[in-house]
């Protein structure tokens, strides 16, 4: 609902409910009266577009890969950073350099030394 001053208030429940808490608030409809103007609308149990976007972290996105079988062979840095721009995330080498030794101290991945260069494994 909003009020009068542009502030949202959202109520959550049935029908029934929201009319219950907007009479025990002492708000009532333009018809009726009112002292303040309020307009009520309940929810309808569907999402927007917007709410349905879920925010991936780069440390998700890897988990993502790995659940796929991409880190069955050894994967090095670069190819992670091409394996993630595939699926339409882009980050700097730097930013996944960090982000994997976190989830090699973690215990996610596993690094190993490969030619002179880390390589990583599930």
Same mark, same amino acid.
């Given at each position: 609902?909003?009020?009068?001053?542009?502030?949202?208030?959202?109520?959550?429940?049935?029908?029934?409910?929201?009319?219950?808490?907007?009479?025990?608030?002492?708000?009532?409809?333009?018809?009726?009266?009112?002292?303040?103007?309020?307009?009520?609308?309940?929810?309808?149990?569907r999402r927007s577009a917007k709410d349905k976007k879920?925010?991936?972290?780069?440390?998700?996105?890897? =988990?993502?890969?790995?659940?796929?079988?991409?880190?069955?062979?050894?994967?090095?840095?670069?190819?992670?950073?091409?394996? =993630?721009a595939e699926i339409g995330h882009i980050y700097p080498?730097?930013? =996944?350099?960090?982000?994997?030794?976190?989830?090699?101290?973690?215990?996610?991945l596993r690094r190993v030394k490969q030619e002179g260069?880390?390589?990583?494994?599930?």
């Amino acid at each position: 609902m909003t009020l009068a001053d542009g502030t949202q208030v959202i109520i959550e429940g049935n029908p029934t409910e929201v009319a219950a808490i907007v009479n025990q608030l002492g708000f009532k409809s333009e018809k009726s009266g009112a002292t303040r103007r309020v307009n009520v609308s309940v929810p309808t149990g569907r999402r927007s577009a917007k709410d349905k976007k879920i925010k991936s972290s780069p440390t998700d996105l890897i =988990l993502s890969l790995a659940d796929g079988g991409f880190f069955k062979k050894p994967q090095g840095l670069v190819s992670i950073k091409e394996g =993630l721009a595939e699926i339409g995330h882009i980050y700097p080498v730097q930013t =996944l350099s960090s982000i994997l030794f976190k989830m090699v101290r973690r215990r996610y991945l596993r690094r190993v030394k490969q030619e002179g260069r880390w390589v990583y494994v599930r």
